[in-house]
């Protein structure tokens, strides 16, 4: 089997395509053969050594968070799935995996493709559809007739986040890019705003709930834009951003956090055409290191890249 993995902690020029042997699936571990993983900013952040302090020193380190493909073995004491299962899910952040042709993850980090769903789209779901889910609903309590400002509402968090807002019955606005514009009336968002052009400082406007999914809003400008009563949602989780929100209740740092019955209400959402986040480009794992570098290094897509293991 292949993975794309790395000796040290550090640029892009250190991932390598290498063998590597799948170990048996532990107590309350699955085992997945991988059709599609889609590439997130977090591969490359914990790659540049930005988390070593979860993911430790062991190398070679595997890369990737996000996929879909089918259960081919179970640890004991799994009881959701069996083999053949088709899955969707997440690799664990210390050990990642998703870019290679198999991986072995916790069994509460899986959930159950929907049988109308693709391999590609279901790859799509996972770190942005839990991030979308752990932020408006365990941290805002999102509930029906609230106003919801995205930063960044066209980015893979940031859709997510907009399509789980509508369903819950909020309303929602946000702001992108210029080119991104037809995008946000496809999801039919009230507002939106050219980042580029606007001063969301001086917006004139507040709203019950602003998430930055872009992880480029000020605290400051965040909490200016709030109601009384309202959260602002901070995909960039420091140290520093954790100590001001014991103090100031408002703030609210996201983890990326899955659950089972996240992942169950995300597929749930997909299967009923609710949730999907668009596809840009896929390649072959061959091509996917240069893939990887090319999005670390600035370069945009309109969608997901994924990678194909077939």
Sequence with gaps: MKRIQYRRYGGPELMKLEDFELPQPGKGEVAVRIRFAAVNPIDWKVRNGYLKMVTGRAFPRAMGSD???????????????????????????????????????????????????SFEDAACLGTPGV???????????????????????????????????????AKVSGSCSAAAMPRTQALGMLKAYNYRTTDLAKLGEQFDVVYDTAATMTIATGLGLLRKGGVFLDIDPTPWKFIRSAFDRRIKPIVCTPRPDILESLARAAGEGKLRLPVAKTVSLGEAIRLLTELEQGHKLAGKGLVTMS
């Design 67 to 117: 996929f879909s493909g089918e259960v081919t073995a179970v640890g004991p004491g799994v009881t959701r799935f069996k083999r053949g299962d088709a899955v969707f899910g997440l690799a664990r952040l210390k050990e990642s995996g998703a870019l290679g042709e198999a991986v072995v993850t916790n069994e509460t980090f899986v959930a159950l493709k929907p049988a109308a769903m």
């Design 131 to 169: 991030t979308a889910w752990n932020g408006l609903v365990d941290k805002a309590g999102l509930r029906a007739g609230a106003h919801v400002f995205i930063n960044g509402c066209t980015g893979a968090v940031g859709e997510a986040a907009v399509q789980i807002a509508s369903m819950l019955g």
